[in-house]
């Protein structure tokens, strides 16, 4: 499951409930840009050029079959990653956990199992900017949510809210799959539990 430093997520991910959890190497990578932009160190920007290796493989390898990406992350990747954590465990025992860097590197170590899970996996992505920018809409619109009314009021909105950015991450209109959706459900059409775009003659936007 492609997720964040919310410490929630480790209820979801408990042991025994069979979800293991991949975190963002672009919320890792921002860590080390918010020290090297304020402070120019050293240690960040040889941090980054390690993990902007990294990205380059992911880059040539987007769009593959997953056993291929599987393939050239444990080929290619793999020992980029172990030679990144021996340099994370090397300067995090040189740096006290207060000062800025020492922080930044804390949270990346904190997060290390997380961050190999896309090695054991080819449908795992390094970086789960998508879910970000999924989620964006939902953080700016927050406040809006105070005012639902009541908790089934809450929960109506969040499902909504929900098919509208599924729609977006399969590229298809909200508006017409909500109006598919109404029509086939005031015509009562036959087999409405299978409310899959095919079947409403909904297509991509982009076509």
């Given amino acids: 499951m ?13 042991p025994g409930k069979g979800v293991a959890r991949s975190y963002c190497w672009a919320r890792a990578r921002r860590k080390l840009c918010e020290v090297h932009h304020s ?35 444990q080929t290619r990747t793999a020992s980029l990653v172990e030679h990144l954590g021996v340099w994370l465990r090397k300067h995090r ?22 961050l190999q899970a896309f090695l054991t996996d080819g449908r795992v992505e ?6 970000e920018n999924t989620i964006r809409p939902l953080v700016l619109n927050r406040k809006n949510a105070l005012f639902a009314g009541h908790d089934e009021g809450a929960a109506a909105w969040a ?25 086939a459900i005031a015509r009562r059409t036959s087999g409405l539990e299978n409310r899959r775009t095919p079947a409403l003659g909904l297509y991509p936007t982009s076509s």
């Fill in 2 to 14: 492609h997720v964040e430093g919310y410490a929630g997520y480790k209820a979801v991910a408990a």
């Fill in 159 to 183: 499902g909504i809210a929900s098919l509208v950015e599924t729609a977006k991450m399969n590229e298809v209109d909200p508006h017409a799959y909500f109006k598919a959706t109404l029509e």
């Fill in 39 to 73: 402070h120019r160190a050293m240690i960040a920007a040889e941090g980054l050029r390690r993990v902007a290796a990294m990205y380059a493989i992911e880059k040539q390898i987007r769009g593959e079959p997953p056993e291929f990406r599987l393939a050239e992350r």
């Fill in 93 to 114: 025992a040189r740096i006290s956990p207060k000062l800025r860097l020492g922080e930044k590197l804390a949270y990346i170590a904190n997060h290390w199992d997380g």
């Fill in 126 to 131: 390094m970086v789960n900017n998508i879910v």
